[in-house]
């Protein structure tokens, strides 16, 4: 079970919230319709 996007721990330095949005719609799709895909992995990576 992963952690909800609101307490993954974020890079230092503001981060675009523009960014920040579109990350969260792409994850929410990604869970949403396959368990895992690279581009989703990539991107709990860096988030």
Excluded: C, Y
């Excluded at 890079?11 to 396959?34: M, S, T, Y």
């Amino acid at each position: 079970m992963r952690a909800p996007v609101h307490t993954r721990v974020r890079p230092p330095g503001p981060v675009p919230f523009a960014l920040r949005h579109v990350l969260r719609i792409l994850d929410a799709a990604g869970e949403n319709k396959q368990p895992q895909t690279p581009f989703m992995e990539a991107s709990r990576t860096l988030w």
